[in-house]
């Protein structure tokens, strides 16, 4: 049995140092344009904080009000400071960023770390650690639905700053912003796209400008930097400031982001946009809201609007509302890409993906995801009507999935590297420490809103992991009917099928190479035909983002090179959309025992009706579920590129 590769002759040398030396020099030098690009996508949301983090602090109408005192305000201050420089800094910039898969980052690029080694160093703890980074995910779609609420209702807000007579119409100017947002994802962000980096930039420079004037009138908010302000208040003031890391949390949302994007960008780009732009410019809108309050605690009002000088209120509001917008764009196209990875390693089912841009492979559009996230923001706009009450919401979903990213980070960092068990314990205690805080502290607020990203996190979660668990039993069915697909092309050959050969070439979907395709076996068995030429493709996702197409295919034979039957393994990232016709164009004739007439072929499906059963195999509320979620997987032929007019659906049906 002989398995071919497709791809260049591996022994040219000279066609591969060229590339390999661009690309060497492109990973010497982080351009600009990257950068600016980088500004435009990745810190929207964690660049738009300033606006409500403090705000929400001193917010009186909170269960556990923070008064405005020197020593708050300072304490306040100074944690925000150091809880932006442990968390987004030191875990994310400095380490996590450092655990990529194949230069994909996010929490899903953990887990299928996760996995590849589970396979490799048995299960055991990993299995743990990988339902714990898809519940992490999970709360990244409650994440997606708070983060464009709570941000364009934290800009539009600012009119009661400006116009207090406009107060009513924040709400409605929301939702019309939120709809017209969520009506052109389908356009794709490419046009968009380039105009984010410069707005972004003027929206930084615009905030530390406004922050320098702050601090300029009360310079001393600057011993805010000392870490014993932070430590004294925390320690001083135990009650207050426990309660207080709830909406200090608001500081850091957006940290993943950094993470997430980081295939996109490069951690270089994104290392040098964090450090030398983004960072200042917060750190400096707090400092300088800071000082606003320390001279005037009625600002506590809105510090953000009121720290920017009258004449520019009205086109702060406006840059607000732009960069809010960023925000909210960066996180839903980050909910299209979770996703559709959960939907290529098998925690979802086929979604109907859209490919809105032909330069970037990451510019997607997920019309389900779309419309749900739409509904989900606007139900929790018109439900909670203000930044306050959302806030405390927000920070559940913030803090859980920054918590176990961490906790995935240091076991990869022990698997990957075989860093030192002392020096990881160490760190790990440190920052899983200062991580935990976060979360108790937003318990506090379960009963405020805090059980709704919770509540989000548990229900994608349960849909995630039933949707594995049920497709598992599928599959073990399904191989049982299809029968060994060795003793069936055996029988092909031995004449024990009798059938007729038709002319053309016949293209089998199937799960692998072990079994035989059950609308194949049903053309045989049932119709006593069998094509000139068959191909049985398997589509095969592997744990990287993208597959190079000179390690795209192999072909193999299955034993007999004169049959005119052949198996090819089309391979894909969990980042791609798979493109049959596309890739089996890319066959060489000699390879496929045979030219394959590909304009003229037949596609064959096998399409799988689910049916409750009374095996135990899962309970009755979850088969139900698993059968229900079924129905949102996407057209077969639609995802696969397969020609309409020339595609056979033959229909099978499993008891789960």
């Not at 791809?7 to 990257?34: F, I, M, N, W």
């Not at 929206?203 to 004294?232: Q, R």
């Not at 492979?361 to 019309?367: K, R």
């Not at 440190?430 to 379960?446: G, Q």
Request: with cysteine.
């Amino acid at each position: 049995m002989a398995d071919r590769r497709q791809g260049p002759a591996a022994g040219d040398g000279s066609a591969s140092r060229a590339p390999e030396a661009r690309h060497t020099g492109a990973r010497d030098t982080v351009r600009l344009a990257v950068v600016i690009g980088a500004l435009g996508v990745v810190f929207g949301d964690i660049g738009t904080s300033p606006i409500y983090t403090l705000q929400t602090v001193f917010n009186p109408s909170d269960p556990h009000p923070v008064p405005v005192t020197t020593d708050n305000v300072y304490g306040v201050v100074s944690l925000v400071f150091w809880s932006v420089m442990i968390i987004v800094t030191v875990t994310y910039v400095l380490l996590a960023m450092r655990a990529d898969n194949d230069g994909e980052g996010g929490i899903m690029a953990l887990i299928t770390l996760l996995r590849r080694w589970s396979s490799q160093r048995g299960r055991r703890g990993t299995v743990v650690l990988a339902a714990l980074g898809i519940f992490g995910a999970s709360l990244f779609f409650g994440d997606s639905m708070i983060t464009p609420a709570i941000s364009v209702l934290s800009a539009v807000e600012g009119l009661k700053v400006v116009e207090p007579s406009l107060e009513d119409a924040v709400v409605p100017i929301t939702a019309v912003i939120i709809v017209l947002l969520f009506l052109v994802q389908r356009r794709g962000t490419a046009a968009v796209g380039r105009v984010f980096g410069p707005v972004m930039i003027v929206w930084f420079v615009a905030i530390g400008a406004c922050g320098v004037v702050g601090i300029a009138d009360h310079p001393d908010i600057l011993k805010a930097l000392s870490p014993t302000y932070a430590l004294g208040f925390l320690f001083g003031h135990w009650a207050t400031a426990f309660f207080a890391l709830a909406a200090i949390v608001l500081a850091v949302t957006g940290a993943e982001a950094l993470y997430a994007d980081m295939g996109h960008f490069g951690r270089r780009a994104i290392t040098r946009g964090w450090l030398l732009l983004v960072l200042p410019a917060c750190v400096l809108s707090y400092m300088g809201q800071g000082a606003l309050i320390l001279g005037d605690p009625d600002n506590i009002s809105s510090p953000f609007f009121l720290l920017v000088p009258g004449w520019g209120r009205w086109p702060m509001v406006v840059l607000a509302t732009a960069a809010t917008v960023i925000a909210s764009q960066a996180v839903i196209t980050g909910a299209y890409s979770v996703a559709s990875q959960a939907a290529q390693l098998g925690y979802l089912p086929r979604l109907r993906i859209a490919h809105t841009s032909e330069s970037t492979i990451g510019q997607i559009y997920v019309p389900w995801i779309n419309w749900l996230l739409m509904v989900s923001v606007l139900t929790l706009v018109f439900a909670f009507r203000s930044s306050a009450a959302l806030a405390y919401a927000f920070g559940m979903a913030v803090t859980g999935t920054i918590t176990i990213t961490t906790l995935l980070f240091f076991y990869v960092a022990r698997a990957k590297w075989g860093t030192p068990r002392w020096l990881l314990a160490t760190g790990a205690s440190a920052l899983l420490l200062v991580d935990l805080l976060f979360v108790a502290a937003n318990m506090s607020k379960l009963v405020h809103g805090a059980w709704l990203p919770l509540l989000i996190g548990l229900t994608a979660f349960t849909v995630m992991t039933t949707w594995q668990r049920g497709r598992e039993l599928v599959t073990t069915e399904r191989a049982r009917r299809e029968g060994p697909l060795p003793e069936f092309i055996d029988r092909l050959r031995t004449g024990q099928e009798p059938t007729v050969r038709a002319p053309g070439t016949a293209v089998f979907l199937n799960r692998g190479k072990e079994t035989a395709p059950l609308a194949m076996r049903a053309n045989v068995e049932h119709n006593h035909v069998r094509h000139e030429q068959v191909v049985i493709l398997s589509i095969k996702t592997e744990p990287v983002p993208r597959v190079p197409d000179d390690s795209r295919i192999v072909v193999d034979e299955l034993g007999y090179a004169d049959d005119g039957i052949i198996h090819v393994t089309a391979r894909f990232g969990y980042m791609e959309t798979p493109d049959v016709p596309g890739t089996l164009a890319m066959l060489d004739p000699v390879d496929t025992e045979g030219p394959l007439q590909l304009d003229q072929a037949s596609y064959f499906l096998s399409k799988i009706e689910l049916r409750r059963g009374k095996a135990p195999t899962m309970s009755p509320w979850r088969k139900r579920l698993f059968i229900a979620t079924s129905y949102i997987a996407a057209d077969a032929a639609e995802y696969f590129s397969l020609p309409r007019d020339r595609t056979v659906i033959m229909g099978s049906h499993i008891e789960v």
